[in-house]
């Protein structure tokens, strides 16, 4: 399997709080998801626990090779959590949390995971590409925003809808990240298919999906066709075009580009 990969911060001086990273049979994709004052709760960081939990996952589906992703997923989560249990709140809300996407091949198989607002992309040879996205966050937000638009922002009760939102998280009837609790990974979008109905397949952290979902530059068609002809690097500056145009916040952008299944 080959995998081309491009991940670009926000702004330049502020740290990256994605991971991407492969190994010869999988990709993982990390969005690491930070809360205004959580430095006050870990010391380590948000950008740690994305890579930490990305370099788990990593060694993880390198050397298991008979357990499901789900499983995966919890033992990564169990064991980032233990490493900073001792130092960190690691149960406080506003703890470090992330996104997670991630695609094995395996015994002819593509195999993927998709946990909070991530994305997974399949190519498939015959047909259109197969979107893979877990909607639920997204979902519980819209429900909030009308209540947040109404009053002062940072305001007392600005804070108070926000914890109203945040307690939805890792929730029965919420919705669902990698946290301090193995159980979020059970919760995971699951699925697999031949790869021999795949030409390629790509994941994405919220900040570069954007292109199709908010900025709406490109159809996942047409994603598909300038990964394959120019790379992700293309599709990260084509959505930092729109930020600056349109005066959107510039989020933190990473892409995972897998194709050559058949070479792994």
């Not at 626990?49 to 992703?69: M, Q």
């Not at 047909?127 to 819209?142: A, C, F, K, N, Q």
Request: charged letters at 25%.
């Amino acid at each position: 399997m080959r995998v081309t990969m491009a991940s670009a911060a926000a702004r330049p001086g502020r740290a990256n709080e994605d991971f991407t990273g492969a190994v010869p049979t999988a990709a993982v994709l990390i969005d690491g998801a930070g809360i205004p004052g959580s430095e006050s709760i870990c010391r380590h960081g948000v950008a740690w626990y994305a890579s930490r939990l990305g370099g788990t996952l990593l060694s993880l589906l390198s050397l298991v090779r008979d357990r499901s992703l789900p499983a995966l997923l919890a033992e990564a989560i169990e064991q980032v959590t233990d490493d900073h249990r001792g130092t960190c709140d690691v149960v406080d809300p506003i703890s470090p949390s992330a996104t997670v996407a991630i695609l094995r091949l395996s015994d002819g198989l593509i195999e993927h995971l998709v946990l909070g607002d991530s994305v997974l992309v399949l190519d498939r040879a015959d047909g259109g590409p197969l979107v893979v996205s877990d909607p639920r966050e997204v979902i519980i937000s819209r429900s909030y925003e009308a209540a947040l638009e109404a009053v002062a922002a940072d305001s007392d009760e600005y804070h108070r809808i926000l914890r109203d939102l945040r307690a939805n998280r890792n929730q029965p009837g919420g919705f669902w990240m990698a946290k301090d609790d193995p159980r979020a990974a059970g919760e995971a979008i699951t699925g697999s298919c031949p790869v021999s109905e795949l030409a390629g397949a790509v994941l994405l952290s919220n900040g570069a999906s954007r292109i199709v979902d908010r900025f709406r530059l490109a159809d996942w068609p047409r994603v598909m066709a300038v990964l394959a002809s120019t790379g992700p690097a293309e599709i990260i500056r084509r959505v930092r075009q729109a930020e600056v145009r349109d005066a959107v916040a510039a989020d933190d952008a990473t892409i995972a580009h897998c194709t050559d299944f058949n070479g792994a």
